[in-house]
């Protein structure tokens, strides 16, 4: 990383981020440019836990090549100063260079979707999975990291630059990002389709 006063080396943050958060994208060889897809995830055991159609491009470009690149970032403000070299962002993100282990098992699917399902899920309350409507039809991918980086810019109120100059930053918040921790309770009640 070129940037190290930037490096996000706090790896339970880390976590706890790539827990959170609802969208990653994947990023597939594919010709003439690389294919970037947006999709759910969950984030266990040093990898990631991602689906597509058995009869997609995605597919296809995996089989082709395991190698994936997964990116998930949150931008939570505009940061302005008088000197327009200084106009920036505050921001997290994660890249990660995987292997991706496919499988088209009908059983191991549904195992991956049933783990994938506790971090949108957890309450339980759903129908179990069709094979005929689901498995059949889709592939689970585990995408095991090969290696991460993670950068992170969030100043504190006065912060000075990195050259030591203080730009006199103004921000502007963005609006929350799409994390599960920013749903209401009521997301996550089990008696909702009693």
């Not at 070129?2 to 080396?9: C, K, S």
């Not at 609802?22 to 055991?45: I, L, M």
């Not at 920036?88 to 991706?100: D, F, G, N, P, Q």
């Not at 006199?168 to 920013?182: E, I, M």
């Amino acid at each position: 990383m070129r940037r190290t006063d930037l490096a996000w080396n706090d790896w339970p943050a880390v976590r706890a981020f790539l827990e959170d958060h609802a969208v990653c994208r994947v990023a597939v060889h594919d010709t003439p440019f690389p294919y970037v897809v947006p999709q759910s995830y969950r984030f266990v055991e040093g990898a990631f836990l991602v689906h597509c159609s058995r009869a997609g491009r995605m597919a296809r470009c995996i089989a082709a090549d395991p190698h994936v690149t997964i990116e998930i970032d949150q931008v939570e403000s505009l940061l302005k100063a008088p000197r327009a070299d200084n106009t920036s962002l505050e921001y997290r993100s994660v890249i990660a260079r995987c292997i991706t282990r496919a499988s088209l098992d009908d059983l191991g699917i549904e195992e991956q979707q049933y783990a994938a399902l506790e971090k949108y899920r957890p309450e339980h309350d759903y129908e179990p999975i069709s094979r005929e409507r689901a498995t059949r039809r889709i592939v689970a991918l585990r995408c095991e990291i090969i290696e991460l980086s993670a950068k992170k810019r969030i100043l504190a109120d006065g912060q000075a630059a990195a050259d030591g100059s203080n730009p006199g930053y103004a921000r502007y918040p963005f609006p929350p990002a799409a994390t599960l921790s920013s749903l209401p309770a009521e997301a996550f009640d089990p008696r909702r389709f009693s």
